[in-house]
T-cell receptor, first 115, second 114 residues
Framework: AQTVTQSQPEMSVQEAETVTLSCTYD???????LFWYKQPPSRQMILVIR??????QNATENRFSVNFQKAAKSFSLKISDSQLGDTAMYFC????????????FGQGTRLTINP | DSGVTQTPKHLITATGQRVTLRCSPR?????VYWYQQSLDQGLQFLIQ???????AKGNILERFSAQQFPDLHSELNLSSLELGDSALYFC?????????????FGPGTRLTVL
């Protein structure tokens, strides 16, 4: 069974700072996708960034980037120049390329950006 | 706005009752997924349908059932409700039924069981 672990229940930084959220996962699969989802107070689940396990290059989306370490089964999210609108719960998620098409989520990290 | 709609937005009911949550996928999407977000269990996958057929099942209770209709909308039926069923229920949809396809989430239905 796949599991996703986010070891930081809460984090808080000042606006414009850089923050890194941690995520580790456990799987015996070789091909899979990893995601970071953002859930603001509105509760909408918003996809932030996606990484294919077969790609060595780390994914980036504007101010968001990941550090994907496949051997270590680590997938951290870096937010640069943080903004007040980044305040949200962030969930790391995993889905195997084959088998059941279900997203497996971590417990989430509550990120607060302070003015 | 993801294009996935869910109704109702909020639902308050009593223990022992039965409710139906409805999801309309994005136009053109064939696959629908249901997830439950609760304080105790976090975000958990319940069930997936693809073009009317059940494709995958997660930790869905026997008191819960779902279906996808010919027009591709889906309903999640929750019966004999318990306090612990209080949660945010998300529907997501994707074009296909594989991991290659991004899942787009609806706004959720918040269920409160009193």
């Amino acid at each position: 069974a796949q599991t996703v672990t986010q070891s930081q229940p809460e984090m808080s930084v000042q606006e414009a700072e850089t923050v890194t959220l941690s995520c580790t996962y456990d799987t015996s699969e070789n091909n899979y996708y990893l995601f970071w989802y953002k859930q603001p107070p509105s509760r909408q689940m918003i996809l932030v960034i996606r990484q294919e396990a077969y790609k060595q290059q780390n994914a980036t989306e504007n101010r968001f980037s990941v550090n994907f370490q496949k051997a270590a089964k680590s997938f951290s999210l870096k937010i640069s120049d943080s903004q007040l609108g980044d305040t949200a719960m962030y969930f790391c998620a995993f889905i195997p390329l084959a088998g059941a098409q279900k997203l497996v989520f971590g417990q989430g990290t509550r990120l607060t950006i302070n003015p | 706005d993801s294009g996935v709609t869910q109704t109702p937005k909020h639902l308050i009911t009593a223990t022992g009752q039965r409710v139906t949550l409805r999801c309309s996928p994005r136009s053109g999407d064939l696959s629908v997924y249901w997830y439950q977000q609760s304080l105790d269990q976090g975000l958990q996958f319940l069930i997936q349908y693809y073009n009317g057929e059940e494709r995958a099942k997660g930790n869905i209770l026997e008191r819960f059932s779902a279906q996808q209709f010919p027009d591709l909308h889906s309903e999640l039926n929750l019966s004999s409700l318990e306090l612990g069923d209080s949660a945010l229920y998300f529907c997501a949809s994707s074009v296909g039924g594989t991991s290659l396809n991004e899942q787009f989430f609806g706004p959720g239905t918040r269920l409160t069981v009193l």
